[in-house]
């Protein structure tokens, strides 16, 4: 049982418009939210996170939004730039155990110039 | 230092074979941790070590799958008889404790 959902496995934005990749969980224990970026042939790298005891994160042209009551959670990216087109994969993790995220499936996101 | 570091990139075996991969992490970081990526899907928890302690190891680490870190320092991932559900990425992370994982490129398995 999946317990990290991305829905919308692409998104296709015009540069300079916003990008929002949108993520679910089921398991409200989770206490910490990561989003990680993964080009093809490497490794996913982390982007930016956030903790259950805020509602918003915000790191340059990356936020992130988490509403816990709705179990979701949204990374926005303004202006997006050719350059951000990757997968996006949003994880979790519970306080007590951040040795084990939880990712989901992905977000293909296409830039185009 | 270099990040973590995979070997081999790809490997492609017959089924019932037996393959070995190897993770270098990063000096520094006491934790090492073994993700398998399927087509399509996010990265999937296999099992992660504290130095050469392996604490902690998925329901999807069957009895085929052996994973060591004999100093800890390298990592190795062992699948015995591979089966053609075992095709996927194997990737390998290194963090200094709680949050910051650094992920490496991955070891694509190919069984054919």
């Known amino acids: 049982d999946q317990q990290v959902k991305q829905n919308s496995p692409s998104l296709s934005v015009q540069e300079g418009r916003i990008s929002i990749l949108n993520c679910d969980y089921t398991?409200?224990?989770?206490?910490?939210f990561l989003w990680y970026k993964k080009y093809p042939a490497e490794g996913p790298t982390f982007l930016i996170s956030?903790?259950?005891?805020?509602d918003k994160n915000e790191d340059g042209r990356f936020t992130v939004f988490l509403n816990k009551s709705a179990k979701h959670l949204s990374l926005h990216i303004v202006p997006s730039q050719p350059g951000d087109s990757a997968v996006y994969f949003c994880?979790?993790?519970?306080?007590?155990?951040?040795?084990?995220?939880?990712f989901g499936s992905g977000t293909k996101l296409n830039v185009k110039p | 230092d270099t990040g973590v570091s995979q070997n081999p990139r790809h490997k492609i075996t017959k089924r019932g074979q037996n393959v070995t991969f190897r993770c270098d992490p990063i000096?520094?970081?006491?934790?090492l941790y073994w993700y398998r990526q399927t087509l399509g899907q996010g990265p999937e928890f296999l099992t992660y070590?504290?130095?050469?302690?392996?604490?902690?190891k998925s329901r999807l680490l069957s009895d085929r799958f052996s994973a060591e870190r004999p100093k800890g320092s390298f990592s190795t991932l062992e699948i015995q008889r591979t089966e053609q559900g075992d095709s996927a990425m194997y990737l390998c992370?290194?963090?200094?404790?709680?949050?910051?994982?650094?992920f490496g490129s991955g070891t694509r398995l190919t069984v054919v």
């Open positions: 398991n409200s224990m989770f206490d910490y």
């Open positions: 956030i903790s259950s005891i805020k």
């Open positions: 994880a979790a993790a519970r306080w007590h155990n951040f040795n084990k995220f939880y």
């Open positions: 000096s520094e970081h006491n934790r």
């Open positions: 992370a290194s963090s200094p404790g709680g949050l910051g994982y650094t």
């Open positions: 070590f504290q130095n050469e302690a392996q604490l902690e």
